[in-house]
């Protein structure tokens, strides 16, 4: 059965009947009326985020399952909300696809999005030559506790959760192969509790890239860097598979996007890193420092023949 088959509202209610399933104790009324209605109680402060998820841009049919690419196009709108110290309320789903798309697959990406347990408030569903996922995802976080790019300060240090690198070399060791399952996941426990960590400073989820992210949150704070290349975290085996895909590991590190780590910074007499995986539950790597002047990073330990291709790294629609 195509979409063409059952029609737009006939989807609508198909994609209705699978996010009942999925509810929160903060949505008070979601998919049927002109506009989704979210509780927000008082001394918290609406967190809001949109993303587009786009045939041959951000996914390939050949290379990954609806489901995978459904949840995905969701996980990079909640990692947004946990960059933020965020609580997810719901999301939306603006859907444009060609009318020849089985339903089945329409379906799974749903499926892949309801998985994450975050409710699915409505939408709209189009024509369109190529499939695009449009989500705007809602969130809350305390009235003055939202982490933001614009916080770090001289001499604070700067940290990251988990690993880097580890969704660029997933999709450089599957392509073509439909074997892609590798699994981002958004660091939404993660922020929260850093929201409320005493000597927190500035945050950002990784979705671009390290480099380009670190830049990004720079650029806000008007700070420098500096930073240990030997101590970013990858996975294990990362490098020696990195040769046999021909690829320099360094390039994944600092360039691959996708990962949807948080990449933070607290005020120096903060807990020390170790304290911190405890409090935030994950792994969490300290990698420098933040100094006063331009918004430059500054790198120790870096790989010859590396530095000059670092100014254009990181994901680039244009």
Partial sequence: MRL?????????????????????????????????????????ELVVTSDAHVESVHFRWRDESARRIGRQALVANLSDLAAMGARPAGFTLSLAAPPRLEVRVVLDMVRGMLSAGVPLLGGNVTRARETSLHITALGTVRSGRALLRSAARPGDRLLVTGQLGAAAWARRRAAGSGRLRHRSEARIEAGRALAGLPGRGACIDVSDGFVADLQHLLDASGVGAHVDFSALPRPRGFSASCRRLRVRPERLLLAGGEDYELLFTVRPQAASATRLAARLGVPVTELGTISAGPPRIHWRSLPGGIEPKLAGSGWRHF
């Fill in 4 to 44: 063409r088959d059952v029609g737009e509202f006939g989807l609508i209610d198909q994609i209705e009947a699978l996010a009942a399933s999925v509810t929160g104790d903060r949505v008070k009324l979601g998919i049927g009326d002109d506009a989704a209605l979210v509780r927000v109680r008082a001394g918290e």
